[in-house]
């Protein structure tokens, strides 16, 4: 998964994303509230891990700003106490889980996981038939309709629309289509994915007219957006 | 389970926490004397939470009770805490 991780503490930044990168994930680490903003405005993730409590910002002022742009974004924060109230409150503002620090090696890695597969990011979900509007997407068949009929396009852009479909309304940046869809980003021209995008956005005519456009957010990537409050 | 003690990187990283904590009891006495309990607390929060994640369960200990008694204000209990941090710091292995 791609995970943002916010840590004030140079020492525990450097230790969990150690521990994340060896399970895998791709890490970007950030040591302040305001850089875990700016960050998320110019990049998508599958995945925040943040402390509760970092020095510039609150945790809930962070929770809050995440949940009013990117609602579908799982989001774990990190606190110091153990104490019911102080979990409680975490989770009545919109955090998906908590851990309690200090974190233990096995039981984050776990949690983290655990997250990602409720998220559907992992396992059968991900194969599943779901309707987006008049669009039937099929992931194992790697098939798209539009209004009852079949699109014709390319098995890498049909890759290309399941992942923008299944982060509808979140930025999807071109970093993740690479990684996501090519698996190997070094070799890839950036017009590449230019490229699979409009044509995409022809074939499945994400104008808006059925509901949904394919913007393109400048230097950074494409958001799915819903382009009528209807649809 | 604790972290690997043979882990590189991870060695390292007590390494460089126990010069840091040092470093940081010298802030912490500075942070007492002037009723500074909020600089008490965000240090001894990081001490608290890095050396657990590392394996020194006892400087971690050290760390949070610390962070509860700069919490509450409590100026002597944090004057005999820093004196057991100090004990901590020399038992600690890296």
């Known amino acids: 998964m791609r995970i943002l991780l916010l840590e004030d503490d140079p020492i525990q930044l450097e230790l969990a994303r150690s521990w994340l990168e060896g399970n895998g994930h791709a890490v970007t680490g950030v040591s302040s509230g305001k850089a875990a903003l700016k960050v998320l405005e110019r990049d998508s993730f599958e995945l925040a891990i943040f402390d509760w409590m970092v020095p510039d910002l609150s945790g809930e002022e962070l929770l809050r700003w995440v949940r009013q742009r990117q609602k579908r974004l799982p989001v774990m924060f990190a606190t110091a106490r153990d104490e019911e109230l102080e979990i409680a409150t975490v989770l009545n503002l919109g955090a998906d889980d908590y851990v309690v620090k200090p974190l233990r090696r096995l039981e984050f890695l776990a949690r983290v996981d655990a997250l990602g597969r409720r998220a559907g990011l992992s396992g059968a979900e991900l194969e599943e038939a779901f309707d987006i509007g008049p669009y039937r997407i099929d992931p194992r068949r790697r098939t798209i309709c539009l209004e009852g009929r079949a699109v014709k396009m390319t098995p890498r852009m049909a890759d290309v629309a399941l992942l923008l479909f299944r982060k509808r309304g979140e930025l999807v940046s071109r970093a993740q289509l690479y990684e996501q869809v090519w698996g190997h980003p070094e070799a890839l021209d950036s017009r590449t994915v230019d490229t699979h995008v409009s044509r995409l956005r022809q074939a499945l005519e994400l104008d808006g007219r059925h509901g949904w456009r394919l913007s393109a957010v400048y230097h950074h990537g494409y958001r799915l957006e819903n382009a009528s409050p209807a649809a | ?94």
Request: net charge positive.
């Open chain 2, 1 to 94: 389970m604790s972290p690997l003690p043979d882990d590189p990187l991870e060695r390292g990283l007590r390494e460089k926490l126990l010069g840091r904590t040092r470093a940081d009891l010298a802030r912490l006495n500075r942070a007492l004397d002037a009723c500074d309990f909020p600089t008490i607390v965000h240090l001894a929060h990081r001490l608290g939470g890095a050396a657990g994640a590392l394996g020194l369960e006892d400087l971690s200990v050290t760390g949070r009770e610390l962070e509860r008694e700069g919490a509450r204000g409590d100026a002597a209990a944090v004057r005999a805490r820093l004196g057991l941090l100090v004990e901590a710091l020399a038992r600690a292995k890296g």
